[in-house]
């Protein structure tokens, strides 16, 4: 079964701190992805990359960076975490092929306290 | 831009009702669509695209160029199906691929 798993289901973190979710695919995908998940507003993209050592920024990618530095695995820092992003944090990944869809982890939901 | 519209927060049928949750796309070019499902603490799962022209637990979508839709149908539905939906646009061959969600509807089926 393929897969896409995220470190940490849950977190807590204090406003200040630097925090790393991280994220591994077993899959050989090119594609990565962090979304962050809000209720009443959907699914919202930080940040992508597309191959080892790029990356894009997304829609809302402001008090995020990312690391990509192996194909399997794709980082979302929080240089300074804020209240304001407390929230459910998903990383998904595709294949350039495009033979199926997008391929989610379970999430992990951050608490900046 | 590529934007995705779903109208409703929140759909609330009773079991054996019809189902169809609507899904209304912005985009230029060719889209590639899909529809995910999340059940209640799981996460998301693809549960069709457009493409492939499945259909999947009873669920059917047909891309509407001219409308620009891709509503999801099911014409009985099951307590089971109670989830949050999610409509999503790929931009087609060329672009860098990258999914745009829609803000989501939540179907409630009552027994």
């Known amino acids: 079964d393929v897969k896409v798993t995220q470190s940490s289901r849950y977190l807590v973190k204090r406003t200040g701190e630097k925090v790393f979710l991280e994220c591994v695919q077993d899959?050989?995908?090119?594609?990565m992805f962090w979304y962050r998940q809000d209720p009443g507003l959907g699914l919202r993209l930080i940040y992508f990359?597309?191959?080892?050592?790029?990356?894009e920024k997304g829609d809302i990618p402001e008090g995020y960076s990312v690391s990509r530095e192996k194909k399997e695995r794709f980082s979302l820092i929080l240089e300074s975490a804020s209240t304001n992003q407390t929230s459910m944090y998903l990383c998904?990944?595709?294949?350039?092929?495009?033979?199926?869809?997008?391929?989610f982890g379970s999430g992990t939901r951050l608490t900046v306290v | 831009a590529q934007r995705v519209t779903q109208p409703e927060k929140l759909l609330s049928v009773f079991k054996g009702a019809p189902v169809e949750l609507k899904c209304n796309y912005s985009?230029?070019?060719?889209?590639?669509l899909f529809w995910y499902v999340q059940y209640s603490r799981q996460r998301l799962q693809l549960l069709l695209r457009?493409?492939s022209r499945e259909s999947i637990k009873g669920f059917t979508a047909d891309l509407n160029k001219g409308e620009t839709s891709f509503h999801l149908k099911k014409p009985f539905a099951q307590e089971e199906d109670s989830a949050m939906y999610y409509c999503?646009?790929?931009?087609?061959?060329?672009?860098?691929?990258?999914?745009?969600f829609g803000r989501g509807t939540s179907l409630i089926v009552h027994p």
């Open positions: 998904a990944s595709r294949s350039d092929r495009r033979v199926t869809g997008y391929t």
């Open positions: 990359s597309y191959d080892v050592k790029m990356k």
């Open positions: 985009y230029s070019g060719s889209p590639e």
């Open positions: 457009h493409i």
């Open positions: 899959m050989d995908h090119e594609n």
């Open positions: 999503a646009l790929s931009r087609s061959p060329g672009g860098s691929y990258i999914p745009t």
